[in-house]
């Protein structure tokens, strides 16, 4: 569900180039218990599923220096911010506010996962982050 967060906004916003570099995945969390015989018990921990985002492009030295900046002023994904899904909007990217005041297809998020980069013909990717919806 998306944030209603207002234009009053605590949170950062991430760049509208680095928003249009990740692709959504939904996951639904679960707990599993496995009992000493090998059965299995699991139990769903929401009525609605997770969502991730992972970057799905590979990034220019200027994108990925973006990233690395954004990735900086967010203390490695420890301070949540806003992410605009471009697919949200109609047309794709259309949603995009820099302010935070618009609540379509924002999501508020953290970076989880280390930073390490591999960058090969004139492009970089950084495959072990992903954004993980918070609130």
């Known amino acids: 569900m998306p944030g209603n967060i207002g234009s009053a906004s605590p949170f950062g916003v991430m760049p509208q180039t680095l928003c249009l570099a990740f692709s959504e995945a939904r996951a639904y969390e679960q707990i599993v218990s496995v009992y000493h015989d090998g059965t299995r018990q699991a139990g769903q921990l929401a009525q609605t599923s997770r969502r991730t985002f992972k970057l799905s492009r590979k990034l220019t030295v200027t994108t990925l220096a973006t990233l690395k900046a954004f990735w900086d002023s967010t203390a490695g994904g420890l301070i ?34 280390n930073w390490s980069q591999a960058t090969d013909m004139q492009r970089s990717t950084v495959p072990s982050i992903e954004l993980v919806q918070v609130a």
């Open 80 to 113: 949540p911010f806003i992410f605009y899904n471009p697919f949200d909007g109609t047309p794709v990217g259309s949603n995009y506010d820099p302010t935070g005041a618009s609540t379509a297809g924002q999501y508020i998020v953290a970076f989880r996962g």
